[in-house]
């Protein structure tokens, strides 16, 4: 049965929530050669930011499987989270904030841990 109710006061099983909660975003698109790289922000994943690449011919693949989230803080004043050349990818995590080498073999820091209170700050 139907039920009449004024413009804007009737209730939805659809939420904002879950409109949002199925979207990719994509950001900071990148090539390298042949290779497109870009960032997908992932909500389902608690808003995990992960770096994903596709080859000419080739399909989509993740560059930085999880917990792994390519983020910076700093990110807001120009900067990007990630950079690419020549097949060396580098990338921050959220985490902790500092830079990684990515290859296939896995993720290798190349700063170091900060106990700085510069750092506290920038939390």
Do not use: K
Request: net charge neutral.
């Amino acid at each position: 049965m139907t039920t009449a109710a004024s413009y804007g006061t009737w209730t939805s099983p659809i939420s904002a929530a879950v409109v949002t909660a199925a979207q990719v975003g994509l950001g900071q698109p990148t090539l390298d050669r042949d290779t497109a790289y870009w960032l997908e922000a992932r909500p389902q994943e608690g808003g995990r930011s992960v770096l994903m690449r596709r080859r000419i011919g080739g399909a989509r693949e993740e560059v930085t499987p999880a917990p792994f989230n390519v983020r910076t803080r700093v990110h807001e004043y120009g900067g990007g989270a990630y950079a690419v050349c020549d097949d060396l990818v580098v990338a921050v995590d959220f985490a902790d904030q500092r830079l990684y080498r990515l290859a296939a073999d896995g993720a290798r820091a190349l700063t170091p841990a900060s106990t700085s209170t510069g750092a506290a700050l920038m939390r």
